[in-house]
């Protein structure tokens, strides 16, 4: 009996020094990552709380240029998303990666996952409206072809702030975010949906992508969800994997050919 209670002791205070030790590993993360954001981000979004962005340019200088805003996923800004906006800035596209977390980012889970409980989706919705604001005042920017995207968090990000501003996007792609059955509030959307997402994701199952696309069909929303074998969550890492991996090569080829749909200018001719 002394021994068992010893042992729950242990165990207790063991657990203890763990909490204790990720508490105090999360401010002393964001102290060691300070001047990251700052050294990834290149531009401001200017409104009444400037937003630093990540801002990859077309060779092509012609204007006015179609845009992506590319959300991140939970660590924050980072050098695989900025190749990811590199890549789909080679495609012609003016390509904004905005900082939704405001100065901090990281490579440690227990302070990725501070940052997802710490950000309304409110103040990610008011960040993204200064950069909006930004990109249509700018001259080189065609304010009726801007697209919303993100992956994991952001991608919930996109859809959230696609329902809560429908009249603004050209078009939304989730890449594996957060999703919604709601129809009603589904039907608001004004433009189309593109998912992409992994058939053994344990984190968005295939049972919520279901119910998604069942909302997205009762909402008379046009949409496409794509479902990729043998991969789970946030499998379309960078730049290089993309290039190099069967898997990521589809889902991005796929991504660009809905984004070049979504973003090609009619006239009046091809309505005829």
């Known amino acids: 009996m002394i021994l068992l ?20 590993s999360i401010p002393f ?19 009444a709380t400037p937003v630093a962005v990540y801002l990859a340019r077309p060779a092509v200088e012609d204007g006015p240029l179609p845009v992506v805003v590319m959300i991140h996923e939970f660590w924050g800004l980072n050098e695989a998303l900025l190749s990811k906006a590199d890549l789909l800035a080679a495609d012609g596209y003016l390509v904004v990666a905005p900082d939704t977390f405001r100065g901090t980012t990281t490579r440690w889970l227990p302070k990725a996952l501070w940052h997802t409980l710490s950000t309304p989706d409110e103040r990610v919705i008011e960040d993204l409206d200064t950069v909006v604001a930004w990109l249509r005042s700018r001259g080189d920017v065609d304010p009726e072809r801007i697209v919303v995207m993100g992956f994991c968090y952001g991608g919930g990000k996109a859809l959230a702030y696609a329902l809560a501003r429908p009249g603004v996007p050209a078009g939304t792609a989730v890449f594996y975010g957060d999703l919604s059955d709601d129809a009603a509030a589904l039907a608001r959307l004004e433009g189309p949906v593109l998912g992409v997402f992994g058939r053994d994701d ?12 069942r909302a997205l069909r009762r909402a008379g929303v046009d949409h496409a969800l794509l479902r990729f074998d043998e991969v789970g969550h946030a499998f379309v890492t960078a730049a290089d994997g ?24 009619r006239t009046d001719d091809d309505e005829r």
């Open 5 to 24: 209670r010893r042992s729950l002791l242990a165990l207790a205070f063991a657990l203890v020094a763990v909490v204790v030790g990720v508490a105090v």
């Open 29 to 47: 993360d964001g102290w060691l990552n300070r001047d990251r954001v700052a050294a990834l981000t290149n531009a401001v979004a200017d409104g």
């Open 202 to 213: 344990t984190l968005v199952t295939p049972a919520e992508v279901d119910g998604f696309e």
């Open 242 to 265: 993309i290039a190099t991996d069967p898997t990521q090569a589809a889902a991005w080829g796929a991504w660009t050919a809905w984004l070049r749909e979504v973003t090609t200018v």
